[in-house]
């Protein structure tokens, strides 16, 4: 087994592991028959962003994002119906559910009628990558309010070190394959984590061992 075969595992175990941690509050929802403290739009964003490094994957005929993605978006889709048969905000999930899917249809109309080549495929990482961005950032701000008042409960350990290890071997498999698209993104996935790996490490020691809560945390 060469590197790019070992790094390419590396990915498909951690992403998976990494999108597993969702199935605490899969069971909690089945348990408690409520969505209470349990968030929907990581659920769905991370679902979107599957989909399009799917196509991603497809477009440049990889098969680990394309598997990885496979198997993402469809525990996205289990935590999605899971969600919406027991919420009692149906309406605004519902909502919420028919923007994304509108989002989807004007992307799949775009991408449809460009040329097949490298600027489909450009175009497409470059709109993958910022989204994957964002979401590896969107949880600073609860970090910022972490370091305010000394709490990691709200913090998850199991989906920090998950996603400490999937960053760095996407980021590793990119590199071999000298993609920036799949290079770039998953480098702040690093970097955030290793942020709560210090805040674990300053203010864990004073409170419970943390529990998992929100998916993006």
Known sequence: MDLLQLLSWACIVFTVGMYS???PDLKKMKESKSTDNIQFLPFLTTCLNNLGWLYYGILKKDQ???MVNIIGALLQI???IMYLTYTKQKRLVMSQMLAAG?????SWFYFKFLPEGNIKLSQLGLICSVITVSM???PLTALV???RCGNVQCLSFPLTVATFFTSTS???YGHQLNDYYIMVPNTPGIFTSLIRFYLFW???SVHQSPSYKALQI
């Open 21 to 23: 941690t969702g199935l």
């Open 64 to 66: 680990t994002i394309v």
């Open 78 to 80: 289990l935590y999605i």
């Open 102 to 106: 509108a989002v989807l249809t004007c």
């Open 136 to 138: 590896y950032l969107s």
């Open 145 to 147: 309010e972490i370091v």
């Open 170 to 172: 996407w980021v590793l």
């Open 202 to 204: 300053k203010f864990a």
